[in-house]
């Protein structure tokens, strides 16, 4: 039954994932179901891991795995080869008291800081006419759902509201990735601002640039899901009481990084402008192969079931037959990945032993056009033929550069005249 608002109009809201789906899509879901194994909880795509996906769009094993919901960490795990970055449980939980910290008081700390930092002359928040909406819902569909509501009601009631972890969703090859801000703003103009909370301090008004960069990232995510909510309620038309007409929604394209200030426990925020990040991550996700053509591709009874055992911490598959399964899907390893992905390792292994040119980074291999492995670039540096150019500018600048060190070293190699020996 669709929803309705006080005055009888029906609610714009996203149509779950599930509603009226096409039989083919039920089929891929089966699918990927039997490719985690029939035991298996899928493990939820969050913005971090979708953000990594945007950025190596070319990876047809990330896609596959995080669209069937395989736990890439217990997969690595079961491997031999476990990640090299996770967050420690202290860490985790010294975040989530800051968090709380931050949005005690139906948010009041918060929206003070984002109205400070926007200082665009607009009234300032008051905590006690600040809305808080309940976002509960059974499923991340039916949290989906409610979450747009909520969206257009405080759009639509011109005042601030603060969303506590709403719930939106993005397609992603094909297949929907729910994901959980820390916080969305709305503001009584109806615009909507994304808020990350990080644990990471600013020092001196300053914090890590690399962590802020992978924030920007994570919050981009947002940002363009949140577009879709946007663009799906269109114009706010309601107007009795007071709210206002003609108000259409948008996002935001500043984000509010929240941190601690210095070293303490004080909360402190920056705005960060996202338009770079929210433009690549399009592009990208655009550029993903969808699942169900990697999926068709695979060899007949592949799947990703690590059989664990009742207390399911202990993956009983046979490595071989794991191995086997990972590699029937390419992937596309670079050095970033080792900051990003769970398989990093493995898939550095395999990239090392075949010798491609992809272990040293993407930029060498951009470099070197079609010499795709590291013994082909040697064969072509150290190759005999002279100086003479031979039309491939990767193969002539490699000669070049095997002369020159060749030069280099002889030089090196002859005693300085004049010194005593």
Request: glycine share 8%.
């Amino acid at each position: 039954m669709a929803a309705t608002a006080a005055d009888g109009k029906p609610v714009p809201v996203p149509v779950p994932a599930t509603a009226g789906e096409p039989v083919r899509a039920t089929a891929l879901r089966h699918q990927l179901a039997e490719l985690r194994g029939p035991s298996a909880v899928p493990h939820p795509m969050d913005a971090r891991a979708l953000a990594a996906l945007a950025a190596n769009p070319g990876c047809r094993r990330r896609a596959l795995l995080d669209g069937a919901g395989v736990d890439k960490g217990a997969l690595a795990r079961a491997l031999g080869a476990p990640a090299p970055f996770g967050q420690s449980q202290f860490a985790h939980q010294r975040g989530n008291t800051f968090e709380a910290h931050v949005k005690a008081d139906r948010g009041a700390l918060l929206t003070r800081l984002l109205h400070e930092r926007l200082a665009d002359g607009s009234a300032a928040p008051d905590p006690d006419t600040t809305a808080t909406p309940e976002l509960t819902a059974a499923g991340p569909q039916g949290r989906t759902a409610r979450t747009a509501l909520a969206l257009r009601e405080a759009t639509s009631a011109g005042r601030w509201a603060l969303l506590d972890h709403p719930m939106v969703s993005l397609d992603v090859a094909g297949s929907p990735a729910f994901l959980e801000p820390d916080a969305v703003v709305v503001h009584p103009d109806g615009s909507w601002t994304v808020v990350e909370i990080k644990s990471f301090p600013m020092v001196d008004g300053a914090a890590d640039p690399a962590k802020v960069g992978a924030a920007a990232r994570q919050s981009a995510v947002y940002a363009l899901a949140l577009e879709r909510i946007a663009a799906h309620l269109g114009e706010v038309t309601e107007g009795p009481e007071g709210k206002q007409e003609g108000v259409r929604a948008r996002v935001r394209h500043q984000v509010l990084l929240v941190c601690p200030k210095d070293f303490s426990n004080l909360p402190t925020a920056e705005l960060v402008d996202v338009r770079k990040q929210l433009a690549v991550t399009r592009r990208q996700l655009g550029r993903l192969t969808r699942i169900e053509e990697i999926a068709a591709a695979l060899p007949e009874g592949t799947t990703f079931d690590l059989r664990l055992t009742e207390d399911g911490q202990t993956a009983t598959r046979p490595v071989g037959e794991l191995t086997a399964a990972v590699e029937s899907v390419d992937a596309a390893y670079a050095p970033e990945c080792l900051s990003t992905c769970e398989l990093s390792l493995h898939c550095r292994e395999r990239a090392r032993a075949a010798g491609a040119v992809e272990s040293l980074g993407r930029g060498v291999r951009g470099d070197l056009g079609g010499l795709t492995t590291v013994e082909a670039v040697l064969a072509a540096a150290l190759e005999s033929g002279g100086p003479e150019p031979t039309g491939d500018p990767a193969v002539d600048t490699l000669r070049r550069a095997a002369a020159l060190r060749a030069e280099a070293l002889a030089t090196a190699a002859r005693p300085a005249e004049g010194v005593c020996r």
